[in-house]
Protein backbone atom coordinates (compact mmCIF):
# COMPACT_ATOMS: atom_id res chain seq x y z
CA UNK A 1 0.00 0.00 0.00
CA UNK A 2 1.30 3.21 -0.88
CA UNK A 3 1.20 6.32 1.49
CA UNK A 4 -0.11 9.68 0.83
CA UNK A 5 2.02 12.99 1.10
CA UNK A 6 -0.29 14.43 3.80
CA UNK A 7 0.84 12.84 6.48
CA UNK A 8 -1.87 11.48 9.15
CA UNK A 9 0.10 13.38 12.27
CA UNK A 10 0.13 16.82 13.17
CA UNK A 11 2.78 18.84 14.69
CA UNK A 12 1.58 20.95 17.44
CA UNK A 13 3.32 24.30 18.27
CA UNK A 14 2.98 24.94 22.17
CA UNK A 15 4.08 27.80 24.18
CA UNK A 16 5.94 26.75 27.80
CA UNK A 17 7.20 29.15 30.41
CA UNK A 18 10.51 28.33 31.14
CA UNK A 19 11.13 30.27 34.51
CA UNK A 20 13.36 27.47 36.29
CA UNK A 21 15.89 30.14 36.99
CA UNK A 22 14.83 33.84 35.55
CA UNK A 23 16.70 35.38 33.46
CA UNK A 24 17.94 38.94 35.02
CA UNK A 25 16.21 41.17 32.25
CA UNK A 26 12.87 39.64 33.68
CA UNK A 27 13.40 41.82 37.06
CA UNK A 28 10.83 44.39 36.87
CA UNK A 29 11.71 47.76 38.06
CA UNK A 30 9.54 50.20 40.32
CA UNK A 31 9.09 52.70 37.25
CA UNK A 32 9.81 50.87 34.12
CA UNK A 33 8.15 47.86 32.09
CA UNK A 34 9.25 44.50 32.99
CA UNK A 35 11.34 43.01 30.05
CA UNK A 36 9.57 39.57 28.73
CA UNK A 37 12.14 37.55 26.53
CA UNK A 38 10.89 34.98 23.82
CA UNK A 39 12.85 32.47 22.55
CA UNK A 40 11.44 30.49 19.47
CA UNK A 41 12.35 29.55 15.72
CA UNK A 42 13.36 31.66 12.85
CA UNK A 43 10.05 31.52 10.87
CA UNK A 44 8.03 33.28 14.40
CA UNK A 45 5.80 36.14 12.84
CA UNK A 46 3.88 38.36 15.24
CA UNK A 47 2.46 41.56 13.84
CA UNK A 48 3.99 45.07 15.77
CA UNK A 49 0.39 46.26 16.39
CA UNK A 50 0.19 42.90 18.46
CA UNK A 51 3.19 42.52 20.07
CA UNK A 52 2.18 46.54 21.31
CA UNK A 53 -0.77 45.61 22.27
CA UNK A 54 0.40 43.36 24.79
CA UNK A 55 3.05 45.18 25.76
CA UNK A 56 0.42 48.02 26.45
CA UNK A 57 -2.28 46.05 29.05
CA UNK A 58 1.05 44.30 30.65
CA UNK A 59 3.43 47.20 31.23
CA UNK A 60 6.27 45.23 29.64
CA UNK A 61 8.51 45.01 26.91
CA UNK A 62 8.79 41.77 24.81
CA UNK A 63 12.21 41.05 23.24
CA UNK A 64 12.22 38.70 20.49
CA UNK A 65 15.21 35.63 20.64
CA UNK A 66 15.17 33.98 17.37
CA UNK A 67 16.59 30.44 17.75
CA UNK A 68 16.85 28.43 14.51
CA UNK A 69 14.51 25.92 13.18
CA UNK A 70 12.22 24.24 16.25
CA UNK A 71 14.84 21.41 16.53
CA UNK A 72 17.59 23.98 16.89
CA UNK A 73 15.75 26.34 19.54
CA UNK A 74 14.96 23.18 21.42
CA UNK A 75 18.50 21.79 21.61
CA UNK A 76 19.62 25.32 22.79
CA UNK A 77 17.00 25.81 25.16
CA UNK A 78 18.34 22.73 26.66
CA UNK A 79 21.80 23.55 26.75
CA UNK A 80 21.30 26.56 28.51
CA UNK A 81 18.81 25.50 31.03
CA UNK A 82 20.72 26.17 33.86
CA UNK A 83 21.05 29.69 32.69
CA UNK A 84 17.98 30.39 30.69
CA UNK A 85 17.93 32.20 27.53
CA UNK A 86 14.48 33.45 27.80
CA UNK A 87 11.38 33.40 30.23
CA UNK A 88 9.27 31.95 27.28
CA UNK A 89 9.90 29.23 24.61
CA UNK A 90 7.34 28.88 22.23
CA UNK A 91 7.87 27.17 19.05
CA UNK A 92 8.61 23.43 20.55
CA UNK A 93 6.10 21.04 18.69
CA UNK A 94 5.20 17.60 19.33
CA UNK A 95 8.12 15.70 17.62
CA UNK A 96 10.43 17.51 19.66
CA UNK A 97 8.22 18.38 23.36
CA UNK A 98 9.58 14.69 24.78
CA UNK A 99 13.44 16.19 24.96
CA UNK A 100 12.37 18.49 26.02
CA UNK A 101 10.26 17.52 29.41
CA UNK A 102 12.55 14.89 29.87
CA UNK A 103 15.36 17.52 30.15
CA UNK A 104 13.08 19.40 32.84
CA UNK A 105 13.40 22.90 30.91
CA UNK A 106 9.95 24.13 31.35
CA UNK A 107 7.76 25.16 34.70
CA UNK A 108 3.82 24.28 34.45
CA UNK A 109 1.35 26.78 33.62
CA UNK A 110 -2.53 25.62 34.33
CA UNK A 111 -3.64 28.56 31.81
CA UNK A 112 -7.39 29.38 32.64
CA UNK A 113 -7.81 29.40 28.72
CA UNK A 114 -6.72 25.59 28.41
CA UNK A 115 -10.94 25.44 29.13
CA UNK A 116 -11.49 26.22 25.28
CA UNK A 117 -8.90 23.55 24.12
CA UNK A 118 -9.81 20.02 23.27
CA UNK A 119 -8.52 17.30 25.44
CA UNK A 120 -6.40 16.11 22.16
CA UNK A 121 -4.30 18.76 21.97
CA UNK A 122 -2.99 19.08 25.50
CA UNK A 123 -0.13 16.35 25.21
CA UNK A 124 1.32 17.26 28.66
CA UNK A 125 -0.98 16.40 31.98
CA UNK A 126 1.35 18.92 33.93
CA UNK A 127 0.54 22.30 31.92
CA UNK A 128 4.47 22.33 31.40
CA UNK A 129 3.36 22.83 27.15
CA UNK A 130 0.50 24.88 26.42
CA UNK A 131 -0.83 24.11 22.62
CA UNK A 132 -1.65 27.05 20.41
CA UNK A 133 -1.68 26.07 17.13
CA UNK A 134 -1.26 23.20 14.65
CA UNK A 135 -0.43 22.22 11.39
CA UNK A 136 -0.59 18.96 8.80
CA UNK A 137 2.91 18.53 7.36
CA UNK A 138 3.03 17.62 3.33
CA UNK A 139 4.44 17.66 -0.07
CA UNK A 140 4.38 21.33 -1.42
CA UNK A 141 5.10 21.58 -5.37
CA UNK A 142 5.43 24.51 -8.01
CA UNK A 143 2.68 23.73 -10.33
CA UNK A 144 4.31 25.59 -12.92
CA UNK A 145 7.08 23.09 -13.14
CA UNK A 146 5.22 20.15 -13.13
CA UNK A 147 2.70 21.83 -15.93
CA UNK A 148 5.73 22.92 -17.93
CA UNK A 149 7.11 19.51 -17.85
CA UNK A 150 4.06 17.81 -18.57
CA UNK A 151 5.11 15.57 -15.03
CA UNK A 152 2.55 14.19 -13.19
CA UNK A 153 3.05 15.17 -9.04
CA UNK A 154 3.59 12.46 -6.90
CA UNK A 155 1.05 11.24 -4.69
CA UNK A 156 2.67 9.15 -2.80
CA UNK A 157 6.43 8.42 -1.04
CA UNK A 158 7.63 5.15 -3.15
CA UNK A 159 7.11 7.68 -5.99
CA UNK A 160 9.62 9.55 -4.81
CA UNK A 161 12.01 6.90 -5.46
CA UNK A 162 11.00 6.96 -9.49
CA UNK A 163 13.87 8.99 -11.58
CA UNK A 164 11.53 11.13 -13.16
CA UNK A 165 11.73 12.54 -9.61
CA UNK A 166 15.24 12.69 -9.40
CA UNK A 167 16.95 15.55 -8.21
CA UNK A 168 13.75 17.26 -7.31
CA UNK A 169 12.69 17.17 -3.79
CA UNK A 170 13.87 19.27 -0.76
CA UNK A 171 13.45 18.12 2.60
CA UNK A 172 14.48 19.29 6.33
CA UNK A 173 17.38 17.72 8.50
CA UNK A 174 15.11 15.86 11.54
CA UNK A 175 17.73 16.59 14.03
CA UNK A 176 17.32 20.34 13.22
CA UNK A 177 13.48 20.84 12.06
CA UNK A 178 10.17 19.86 12.94
CA UNK A 179 9.16 18.94 9.84
CA UNK A 180 12.00 17.34 9.05
CA UNK A 181 11.51 14.91 11.61
CA UNK A 182 7.99 14.55 10.94
CA UNK A 183 8.62 13.97 7.00
CA UNK A 184 11.12 11.21 8.83
CA UNK A 185 8.25 10.06 11.26
CA UNK A 186 6.33 9.53 8.36
CA UNK A 187 8.81 7.25 6.07
CA UNK A 188 9.37 4.90 9.54
CA UNK A 189 5.25 4.72 10.26
CA UNK A 190 4.91 3.54 6.56
CA UNK A 191 8.12 1.18 5.85
CA UNK A 192 9.12 0.40 9.48
CA UNK A 193 12.13 -0.03 11.62
CA UNK A 194 13.31 -2.49 9.08
CA UNK A 195 12.55 -0.48 5.96
CA UNK A 196 13.02 3.34 6.23
CA UNK A 197 16.44 3.13 5.93
CA UNK A 198 16.14 1.67 2.81
CA UNK A 199 14.09 3.93 1.96
CA UNK A 200 15.99 6.74 2.61
CA UNK A 201 18.75 5.07 1.26
CA UNK A 202 16.85 5.07 -2.34
CA UNK A 203 16.24 9.09 -1.59
CA UNK A 204 20.17 9.72 -1.46
CA UNK A 205 20.25 7.62 -4.50
CA UNK A 206 17.64 9.76 -6.30
CA UNK A 207 19.78 13.23 -4.96
CA UNK A 208 17.07 14.76 -2.69
CA UNK A 209 18.58 17.29 -1.03
CA UNK A 210 18.36 18.30 3.17
CA UNK A 211 18.45 21.62 4.39
CA UNK A 212 19.33 22.39 7.61
CA UNK A 213 16.16 24.06 8.33
CA UNK A 214 12.53 25.04 7.31
CA UNK A 215 13.47 28.56 6.42
CA UNK A 216 16.25 27.31 3.90
CA UNK A 217 14.04 24.49 2.27
CA UNK A 218 11.01 26.69 1.83
CA UNK A 219 12.44 30.20 0.87
CA UNK A 220 15.75 29.43 -0.30
CA UNK A 221 15.83 25.75 -2.32
CA UNK A 222 12.11 25.85 -3.59
CA UNK A 223 11.63 26.23 -6.74
CA UNK A 224 8.61 28.49 -6.27
CA UNK A 225 11.45 30.52 -4.48
CA UNK A 226 13.57 30.92 -7.23
CA UNK A 227 15.73 27.71 -5.87
CA UNK A 228 16.01 24.44 -7.64
CA UNK A 229 13.81 22.16 -6.03
CA UNK A 230 10.10 22.04 -7.25
CA UNK A 231 9.41 19.58 -4.12
CA UNK A 232 9.89 20.42 -0.78
CA UNK A 233 8.91 19.19 2.85
CA UNK A 234 6.20 21.95 4.15
CA UNK A 235 2.96 22.41 5.89
CA UNK A 236 -0.55 22.47 4.18
CA UNK A 237 -0.74 25.98 5.41
CA UNK A 238 2.34 27.22 3.60
CA UNK A 239 0.66 28.06 0.02
CA UNK A 240 -2.48 29.24 1.57
CA UNK A 241 -0.59 31.63 3.95
CA UNK A 242 1.59 33.23 0.53
Known amino acids: MKTPLLFSFSPFLLISLALAACSPTATPTPTGPRT ?44 AKDAPLADVFYGVDNTFLSRALDEGIFDPYNSPLLADIPDTYELDPEHRALPVDFGDVCLNYQISYFTDHNLPVPTSLEDLLQPEYKGLLAVENPATSSPG ?35 TAYYTDFSQWGGPFPLVVSYSSSPPFE
Open 36 to 79: LTIMTHDSFAASEDVIAAFEQQNNAHIEILLSGDAGSATNKAIL
Open 181 to 215: LAFLFATIGHFGADGYLDYWRGLVANEVHISNDWE
